[in-house]
């Protein structure tokens, strides 16, 4: 009441600012999940963009720094396959899928792009107990995503990546990594 605020997101957004404040005044900026979007942006916050891309987009329009990080290509926690998997949080995220990813929306200007800083995988541990288990839920889409996120955007192939990842595999057999043999559809 004090500070006139009128719901949870201006009050979440006026913590983040004070903290922002304080972090700065230390040298160091903050990144936050895209819900710091909500009831007004930090001045110098950094976006996560994981409810899709809609928040990166915001960020750069805003001319924030974004990092593309959305649940339905990144979040290598969930499934490889529509079957036959070790337990995961659920969803379905597909190398194929990871491979697809364009980090970079149509939507924003030559200016705006600038703000798209990176991509991100996220694994969540609460269903993964194992480094075995983590390995195999990160590779090969994390080869996948490294490639989407160095890429000019159209430069991808499909068919060219199904052929490298084999060779990407056999050194992770090499190594005694684990890893989600990829279809050789």
């Known amino acids: ?34 819900e710091i979007l909500e009831g007004g942006l930090a001045p110098n916050a950094s976006v996560m963009s994981w409810r899709g891309i809609d928040g990166g987009i915001a960020a750069a329009k805003m001319k924030h720094n974004a990092v593309m990080s959305p649940t339905d290509y990144s979040y290598f926690d969930y499934y490889q396959a529509q079957s036959g998997e070790p337990k995961a949080i659920g969803g379905f995220v597909s190398l194929e899928k990871v491979y697809s990813y364009e ?18 995988a996220n694994m969540w541990t609460e269903y993964i107990e194992t480094t075995d288990h983590v390995e195999y839920m990160l590779l090969p889409r994390l080869c996948a995503l490294s490639e989407t996120a160095w890429s000019p955007k159209g430069s991808k192939n499909i068919e060219n990546f199904s052929k490298r990842i084999l060779h990407n595999c056999d050194i992770l057999s090499l190594k005694k990594i684990n890893y989600r043999k990829p279809s050789t559809n």
């Open 103 to 120: 980090p970079v929306p149509d939507s924003l200007t030559e200016e705006e792009v600038k703000y798209i800083i990176g991509v991100q």
């Open 1 to 34: 009441k004090t500070e006139g605020l009128k719901d949870e997101h201006q009050l979440q957004s006026y913590f983040v600012q004070r903290i922002e404040k304080y972090i700065n005044g230390k040298g160091k900026k903050i990144i936050g999940w895209d």
